[in-house]
């Protein structure tokens, strides 16, 4: 049985703000020689999100783009909006033309507003994309990783599969993979510092998982 084209274009989400969302986002562009784009930023705009993964990547493929919105304050997008009087909305965001592989970095998690009545959930809607989860072990963390499926897989959205971050938890993982019965991507290793040198080596380690899934 022949396996699936792997997307040209991924969303990465997390179960929650600080879960590796970005680092997990550089080893997929390294892994995939994609291209890496953040519709929006919060806050951070002297070393932004974009900036990191620009520094970790070393193929010659990859390609950072702007943000659509670059906002000053280190808050949620709808909050950091109004802060600087700016209105946010979902059907004004695009996904950049590129013939390139896309991997798109949300904001915190699914439930993060955007303005008064659209979430990052609408977002990954409008753009039309299938979803890779980010899921770190913590207390509370099953429930903030079934909770993202639950509400993505209410949407109507397609999960393409799940990567966990940092410390292994071998009964909360296999809990999470039995219940949602999600492609397991593997693990991005614990390390004190993420240099270009750790990128590459998990990107290898990505590429080869992800290969056993879909046809790279």
């Avoid at 979902?90 to 949300?106: A, C, Q, R, S, Y």
């Avoid at 993982?173 to 991005?188: A, K, S, V, W």
């Amino acid at each position: 049985m022949s396996k699936p084209k792997f997307p040209q274009h991924i969303f990465i989400t997390g179960i929650g703000t600080e879960v590796g969302k970005t680092v997990t986002s550089a080893i997929f562009c390294q892994a995939l020689e994609a291209d890496y784009w953040k519709p929006i930023q919060a806050g951070g705009l002297e070393f932004t999100d974009r900036h990191f993964v620009q520094s970790k990547l070393t193929n010659p493929q990859s390609k950072t783009i702007d943000e659509a919105h670059a906002l000053k304050t280190a808050a949620s997008p709808h909050v950091a909006a109004a802060i600087e009087e700016i209105h946010i909305e979902v059907g004004d965001i695009n996904l950049p033309h590129t013939t390139n592989k896309l991997v798109v970095e949300g904001a915190g998690g699914v439930m993060v507003p955007i303005n008064s009545d659209e979430l990052m959930l609408n977002l990954i809607l409008h753009l039309d994309i299938p979803v890779v989860i980010v899921s770190r072990n913590y207390l509370g963390s099953i429930n903030h990783t079934l909770l993202t499926c639950e509400m993505l897989n209410t949407a109507g959205c397609e999960i393409l599969g799940i990567i966990f971050n940092g410390e292994e938890n071998k009964a909360t993982e296999e809990f999470i993979l039995n219940y949602t019965n999600l492609n397991c991507f593997g693990r991005i290793e614990q390390t004190e510092e993420v240099t270009s040198e750790f990128v590459t080596a998990q990107a290898v380690k990505l590429r080869n998982r992800l290969s056993e899934h879909f046809e790279l």
